[in-house]
Each structure stands twice: as structure tokens, then as C-alpha cells.
Nanobody, 123 residues
Framework: QVQLVESGGGLVQAGGSLRLSCAASGRTFSNYFVGWFRQAPGKEREFVAAISWSGVSTYYADSVKGRFTIARDNAKNTVYLQMNSLKPEDTAVYYC????????????????WGQGTQVTVSS
């Protein structure tokens, strides 16, 4: 069992930056592949980024490539999502998810989810 808690969301102007954190507790965090997803009001959940167990491999949705960076610190049991050049269309609740297998962008296959953190980008 892994418990995930997101933090770092907030209100920011377009062009600004935020760094989200996903803190894990429970089992050895380095055994888990981690993804970030987001869901805007009235829209389906969508994949944002993912990172492999060691952090060597990262994956991004086209919509955030070049603006967002995912990283992890297994010693701190934390995965980060650095979000730069934010746009109003990035407004959503952001969730982190974890799974022992490499799930990539397939949100439905992740076993563990956090409660989400709200990101609002004003124009």
C-alpha cells in the first residue's frame, strides 16, 4: 500500500510557474512508477507526465512538453512537477498516481492515487 499526498497548487498568472510535490508513504517508493494527471471541470482526466522508478526515463504529454519537468527524489519519497510558462488551459486539479508496473499514460491502470491539488492559471 502506498499513500500519496499532493501539494503546491495555487493561483498563478499566465506565464508564471508552480512546483507540485507528490509525497509518498508506505512501501519503498523507488519500486513505483509515478505519473501526473489532471482533470479540468467538465473534461476527462488526461495524462501530463510520468517518471520511471529510478528517474532515468520521463514521459510527457505533447501539451506540456518543453514547459513541465517531472523529477523524483527517492530518498525523500517525493516526485515533483515543475510547471513553467503556465497557460489558462493548464487550470485543473492535478493528481499523482503510482504503480509497481510501467503504466505510462494509462491512468486507469495505476493502483494508487492522491487526493489532488488545484492549479488555477489566470489570464
Amino acid at each position: 500500500q502506498v499513500q500519496l499526498v499532493e501539494s503546491g497548487g495555487g493561483l498563478v498568472q499566465a506565464g508564471g510557474s508552480l512546483r507540485l510535490s507528490c509525497a509518498a508513504s508506505g512501501r519503498t517508493f523507488s519500486n513505483y512508477f509515478v505519473g501526473w494527471f489532471r482533470q479540468a471541470p467538465g473534461k476527462e482526466r488526461e495524462f501530463v507526465a510520468a517518471i520511471s522508478w529510478s528517474g532515468v526515463s520521463t514521459y510527457y504529454a505533447d501539451s506540456v512538453k518543453g514547459r513541465f519537468t517531472i523529477a523524483r527524489d527517492n530518498a525523500k519519497n517525493t516526485v515533483y512537477l515543475q510547471m513553467n510558462s503556465l497557460k489558462p488551459e493548464d487550470t485543473a486539479v492535478y493528481y499523482c498516481a503510482a504503480d509497481a508496473a510501467r503504466r505510462g499514460s494509462r491512468g486507469g491502470e495505476y493502483d494508487y492515487w492522491g487526493q489532488g491539488t488545484q492549479v488555477t492559471v489566470s489570464s
